[in-house]
């Protein structure tokens, strides 16, 4: 079991979501955040430059059994890079091992309860 | 409207000289203080609805979208101002022209002619100012319909044609006094503020573009919830206290007639409300706040046609109907599947017809003696008068129709109107102004 964690653009989240939607993938964990990668590229807002300190994205976060981790991370790959190449900005996958994992109602425990 | 106001005041206007002289003050320029007092803040009370209305739609989009919508009722106040002043005016209020089809007078061009005109005591200035807010927010009114998916600058380009093209004719028809619709049957089709012109029109108009354009992507499987209902709340306040403006004010007067107008459009707004929320209450099992703000905006939606001629008990039928007929619209299209987001249609467009028909049995004793005094034989019934509303309606209607599906075609076309998947996705806030509505949720 794998915990997937994406950063990733907000504006980038409904096609993030459309796609691993399509790929049946469809518990997830949505969290505003706000932060500071590589990412210093200069904005113009109203005729002035300005470089943002932290930028808001959208952090996810996905439970899966091991034989989901390259579909789910290739599907975000996909959907949040911006154009073909990808920009500066474009955010960070972080994958960590997941210990256990149990469900509240049934008390099931392991890959089953994800 | 004024033009209706001016037979009834010259009749009796004689009577009034007699013994209310001092009681009115004028100031030299045949300027009645009092009267344009209220028309003033009548003006800027309907200029209050377009923020209100700008909340309202606000609070009940995406947060990805709050922005891109309230500018879509800010943008109106910008775009729909310069037009009336430059040539909206003479449209509407200046003598018939190309046959009817709209009013000219090149000396309206600019408000130029009309820098010291006075009628009835009240400014020109104030009559024309009072009147461009409802070209404002009529507009505006049809962006619910279209909420989420549409593009800044097709939207800019489709109110202006969509003023020019359809509010124009239809405010000269209905209420200009050589107006075709003005003229119907004995004393006019009744239209006491805007029915037909404003919510029958924009109502119609958003339904016809909420099918063209298509529903927003996902709709319906995926849940669209409100962004602020406090927000919503808040814009629903406004527009039933800046109604008393859209209302009373288009008594022209400030008057008995002010006072019947402004009763009947606090009637029907309480009494859409509660029964909204009694009939939802029921049917769900929760009244929520939306439901109620729903039925406020139903109520007053369809007196605003009705508020000269109903009398109280009648204002509190029409918004009990309204709200009843408006949530039964707002369960059909849930099921129907054409995607009119914010209900524009649902509310606007039935409330406008439920209100331009249902008025006929509610109407004054006075006013259906007046009227049957102006004809011929001396007699004229309800069921006349329901002709002529009928007729009054359908010609709203269809003419609403069918030019704003032309207009939508060109516009969409040539500019593009409907957002293209990408920016729909990241939301109008971001892909059109580069702003965020609720930027204060993350650090920064």
Request: contains cysteine.
């Amino acid at each position: 079991m794998k915990l997937i964690t994406a950063i990733i653009r907000d504006t980038k989240l409904d096609q993030v979501r459309e796609a691993l939607v399509e790929n049946e993938i469809t518990r997830i964990t949505v969290i505003r955040v706000s932060g500071r990668g590589q990412q210093t590229k200069e904005q113009i807002y109203r005729g002035k430059r300005i470089v943002p300190g932290l930028i808001p994205k959208v952090k996810l976060e996905i439970a899966v059994n091991d034989e989901f981790v390259d579909i789910t991370v290739n599907t975000i790959i996909k959907a949040a890079r911006t154009n073909e190449s990808g920009e500066v900005g474009d955010g960070k996958i972080f994958i960590t091992p997941l210990e256990d994992c149990i469900r509240i109602r049934t008390g099931e425990k392991g890959g089953k309860a994800i | 409207m004024i033009l209706l106001r001016r037979r009834k005041l010259f009749v009796t206007g004689i009577l009034l000289l007699l013994f209310a002289v001092n009681s009115s003050a004028s100031d030299g320029n045949g300027v009645d203080t009092g009267i344009t007092a209220w028309m003033l803040t009548s003006t800027a009370l309907v200029l209050l609805m377009i923020p209100g209305l700008a909340m309202f739609y606000g609070g009940l989009v995406r947060t990805k979208n709050v922005i891109g919508t309230m500018m879509h009722s800010f943008a109106a106040m910008g775009i729909m101002t310069v037009l009336w002043i430059s040539f909206g005016y003479s449209m509407c209020f200046g003598p018939n022209a190309l046959g009817g089809w709209i009013g000219w007078d090149n000396n309206l061009l600019f408000l130029n002619g009309i820098d010291t005109e006075v009628n009835n005591g009240v400014p020109d200035y104030v009559f024309s100012m009072f009147q461009g807010k409802f070209a404002i927010i009529t507009p505006a009114l049809i962006a619910g319909a279209f909420a989420e998916r549409v593009t800044f600058k097709g939207y800019v380009i489709f109110i202006a044609f969509w003023g020019i093209l359809v509010y124009n004719p239809l405010c000269h028809w209905v209420w200009a006094k050589d107006g075709f619709l003005f003229n119907m049957g004995a004393n006019g089709a009744i239209d006491f503020a805007g029915g037909t012109v404003v919510h029958i029109s924009s109502g119609i108009s958003g339904l016809v573009a909420a099918i063209y354009l298509g529903a927003r992507r996902g709709y319906p499987r995926t849940s669209m919830p409100p962004s602020n209902l406090t927000l919503t709340m808040l814009g629903a306040g406004l527009l039933w206290v800046g109604w008393f403006g859209f209302n009373a004010g288009s008594s022209i007067n400030s008057g008995l007639d002010t006072a019947q107008a402004l009763t009947a459009t606090q009637a029907a707004a309480a009494a859409g409300a509660i029964t909204w929320m009694i009939i939802e209450g029921i049917h769900q099992g929760k009244a929520t706040a939306l439901g109620f703000a729903s039925g406020i905006l139903a109520g007053l939606v369809v007196v605003t046609p009705a508020a000269g001629v109903v009398r109280p008990y009648g204002a509190l039928s029409l918004g009990a109907i309204a709200a009843i007929l408006c949530y039964t619209a707002i369960l059909v299209k849930n099921k129907s599947g054409y995607d009119d987001s914010l209900d524009a249609f649902g509310i606007h467009g039935v409330g406008g017809i439920t209100g331009a028909i249902m008025l006929t049995f509610f109407i004054r004793k006075s006013w259906m003696s007046e009227a049957a005094s102006l004809t011929e034989g001396g007699t004229w019934t309800v069921m006349q008068q329901l002709g002529v509303q009928v007729a009054a309606v359908l010609v709203s209607i269809a003419y609403a129709a069918v030019v704003t599906l032309v207009i939508l075609i060109i516009v969409n076309k040539l500019f593009g109107l409907r957002a293209p998947a990408q920016m729909e996705m990241q939301g109008l806030d971001a892909s059109y102004h580069g702003e965020h509505g609720y930027g204060m949720l993350n650090a920064s």
